[in-house]
Structures are given as structure tokens and as C-alpha cells.
């Protein structure tokens, strides 16, 4: 792990605890282990923090909510999960028996929340400076962009972000979000969620968490508005 993150851990007990998952602990209390629970709290500040301050360095000439959207479209489940699976991190957990057998290792929640733990982890043992420096080198493919190739277009994947902006400022109203119905088991689960404005369902979309669900209906809501150019009756 550490030759892969190109970062050595002064205090290895740090990395340890970045990798174990609450399961572990409850399935092995003899050990006196602590879990990454609240490492991942920590992790979440200063992964926003550190990307924050990167694209800011990056991108100075962009105004507040530009890089607010930059921001939510690199640190979002999705994106950090990705990161994860590149650096192999599920391989590299202490899962509990039951987790292990639900697939654990390639939960994008659970790998997005242990890239967070393993950068508070950094934080701790080395400070801002040094987990700065791994962060850059993860999202490097954000974070090199140069301005003129439209850094927005290129990472704005927040759809949700992007329909209520257009929705308030077309119509002054607020997208809400409802889940239609899920089907199948817990480890493989498709939800069904639909996306309304004044309670006259835009569109809908599945996928294998409500996030992604969510961000399909958004995205086809906002193919429904882009092609209308009058009032919130024309949809």
C-alpha cells in the first residue's frame, strides 16, 4: 500500500487503522482494534480541503461557485471510488466475515470512505503538506487540466448540482427526489428513484445505490428541460 501511495507511514498503526472497517472490529473485539470510522470523518475535511486549495492554485480566475462545482465533482462517492479501485485499496482491507461475503471489497461507498480514512491517516502522521502532495498526485487528472481545455465540462458529473441550479434559476423551483421501489438482494440491490418539480415527475433512473439512481434521473430531467424554451407548463 505504501509503495503504491508513494508515501511511508512514520506511524504504521495509522495506515493499520485507515484499512480496518467497523465489521472487522466487531467480529474480532479481542483485539482491541479501533476501526477507521472516525479517520474517515477527519479524512473528509481535509480531502476537501486539500482539493479546495488546489484547484484554487490551479484554477485562480474561477469565481466561488465554479469551483465549488469542480470540488463536488472530483470528492463525490463515485470519483474516490474510482480512485480506490486504482490503487487496488479493497485488496487491502480487514473486512469482517459477513461484509467479505457481500462484496465488500468493491463497495464504492466502503472504498470511497477508506481513501478518505487512509488520507486522514496521512494528515496525522505528517501533516497538510504531505497528504497535499498525495492528493495531487491521486487526481492528477483533474488537477492538470489547463484552463482553456474547460475544466467544468470536463468534470462537472454532478447532474444533481446541475438541475437545481438550472431549475431555480428557470423556475424558481427545487428538484425532490423519490424512491419508486428497490429490487433484489442486499448485496445486489437496484433502486428506482424519480425526480419531480411541484410534484410533476420530470424523469426517473435506476442504479445500484439511490446516489447513482438520482444522478440518472437528474441527468435525463435535465435532457427534458434543455429541449423546451418556455415555462414550467411546457414540460
Do not use: C, W
Not at 61 to 82: C, F, H, K, P, T
Not at 191 to 197: E, G, Q, R
Amino acid at each position: 500500500m505504501q509503495d503504491v501511495l508513494k508515501y511511508r507511514f512514520k506511524n504504521v498503526q495509522l495506515l493499520r487503522q485507515a484499512l480496518v472497517h467497523r465489521s472487522y472490529v466487531h467480529e474480532n473485539i479481542q483485539l482491541n482494534q479501533s476501526d477507521n470510522e472516525t479517520l474517515e470523518f477527519l479524512g473528509d475535511a481535509v480531502l476537501s480541503l486539500t482539493v479546495s486549495h488546489l484547484l484554487l492554485q490551479r484554477f485562480p480566475d474561477y469565481n466561488e461557485g465554479d469551483l465549488s462545482r469542480m470540488r463536488s465533482s472530483i470528492v463525490n462517492e463515485r470519483e474516490l471510488a474510482g480512485i480506490a479501485a486504482q490503487l487496488d485499496l479493497g485488496e487491502h482491507l480487514l473486512l469482517g466475515k459477513g461484509e467479505e461475503l457481500t462484496g465488500g471489497r468493491q463497495k464504492p461507498s466502503l472504498l470511497a470512505d477508506s481513501l478518505e480514512a487512509l488520507l486522514a491517516a496521512i494528515y496525522l502522521d505528517s501533516g497538510l503538506d504531505a497528504v497535499m502532495a498525495v492528493v495531487k498526485r491521486l487526481f492528477h487528472a483533474y488537477l492538470d487540466l489547463e484552463p482553456e481545455e474547460h475544466p467544468l465540462k470536463a468534470l462537472d458529473k454532478d447532474y444533481k448540482t446541475q438541475l437545481q441550479e438550472i431549475t431555480q434559476s428557470r423556475f424558481k423551483l427545487t428538484p425532490v427526489y423519490y424512491l419508486e421501489y428497490e429490487e433484489g438482494p442486499d448485496h445486489l440491490k437496484t433502486f428506482y428513484m424519480s425526480v419531480a418539480l411541484d410534484d410533476k415527475i420530470l424523469a426517473r433512473g435506476s442504479g445500484r445505490s439511490k446516489k447513482e439512481a438520482q444522478q440518472v434521473a437528474a441527468q435525463k430531467a435535465i435532457e427534458i428541460i434543455e429541449k423546451i424554451s418556455g415555462t414550467f407548463d411546457d414540460l
